[in-house]
């Protein structure tokens, strides 16, 4: 059974950074790309970033590139994204999921559906 756990959420100014974590059991962790998505009060649940499943690509959002970062550590089965200069609608629930195929991101890597499971999600709030 596959598993993922998020962590490090939590409260933050604007302007701020933080770093949250999804630890992965039951799965080769290394031969699946890993992706966040997140989803704010009343609004559909959207892609933030996707890492490949030898961390040598990634692929964000407009909306965070250049202040948020991807990455993997496939000896600790952990996905990582480094969250800077945080914005107030930066704030929603983060939540980790692994892609449906080993060894493949798809040009539709932002798609919810190319993704099988996912984690329960940490919620960061960014105060302005």
């Known amino acids: 059974q596959v598993q993922l756990v998020e962590s490090g959420g939590g409260l933050v100014q604007a302007g701020g950074s933080l770093r949250v974590s999804c630890a992965a059991s039951g799965r080769t962790f290394s031969n699946y790309a890993m992706a966040w998505f997140r989803q704010a009060p009343g609004k559909e649940r959207e892609f933030v970033a996707v890492?490949?499943?030898?961390?040598?690509?990634?692929y964000y959002a407009d909306s965070v590139k250049g202040r948020f970062t991807i990455s993997r550590d496939n000896a600790k089965n952990t996905v990582y994204l480094q969250m800077n200069s945080l914005k107030p609608e930066d704030t929603a629930v983060y939540t980790c999921?692994?892609?449906?195929?080993?060894?493949?991101?798809?040009?539709?890597?932002?798609?919810?559906?190319?993704?099988?499971?996912w984690g329960q999600g940490t919620q960061v709030t960014v105060s302005s």
């Open positions: 999921a692994t892609y449906r195929r080993p060894y493949y991101v798809s040009s539709t890597y932002y798609r919810k559906e190319e993704y099988d499971y």
């Open positions: 890492i490949s499943w030898r961390g040598l690509t990634a």
